[in-house]
């Protein structure tokens, strides 16, 4: 195996098969996360995943230079489980609060001409 890092990446070379593995800042709880100008090449999918707590808010708006599929998912047992889904959006702006406790993911996936994603989240933490 083979091991590169470069930026906040790492990439690792396993007989054919190149894995790449990024270390991003997570979402911090009432700090807001800015991401612009992240590409997606055609047909490729990014996610952003985060903890969350039942109730649990996360303020998320994001703008796309061509239409994207985006969901919020997670997974239970085999399932997985998308709470919200769009398809061919080039925005949105939403709270989502979390129904359970779980591991979620934000994901956005490109069409035949690719995009470029900014997006900004906040998480508001449930009151206890």
Same mark, same amino acid.
């Given at each position: 195996m083979i091991a590169i890092r470069a930026g906040g990446c790492a990439l690792a070379l396993v007989g054919a098969i190149a894995i790449? +593995?990024? *270390?991003? +800042?997570?979402?911090? $709880?009432?700090e807001a996360k800015k991401v612009t100008g992240m590409p997606l090449a055609p047909y490729a999918l990014e996610e952003e995943c985060m903890r969350l707590n039942v109730g649990d808010r996360l303020e998320l708006d994001f703008t796309s230079? +061509? $239409?994207?599929a985006f969901n919020i998912h997670y997974h239970e047992g085999n399932a997985i489980l998308m709470p919200r889904t769009l398809a061919g959006v080039t925005s949105d702006a939403n709270i989502f609060a979390a129904p359970v406790t779980q591991d979620y993911c934000l994901m956005w996936e490109a069409g *035949?001409?690719? *995009? &470029? &994603?900014?997006? @900004? %989240? @906040? %998480? @508001? $933490? *449930?009151? @206890?």
């Open positions: 790449v +593995a990024c *270390a991003e +800042a997570p979402v911090k $709880p009432g230079t +061509a $239409p994207v *035949a001409e690719g *995009a &470029i &994603i900014d997006y @900004r %989240l @906040r %998480l @508001r $933490p *449930a009151e @206890r």
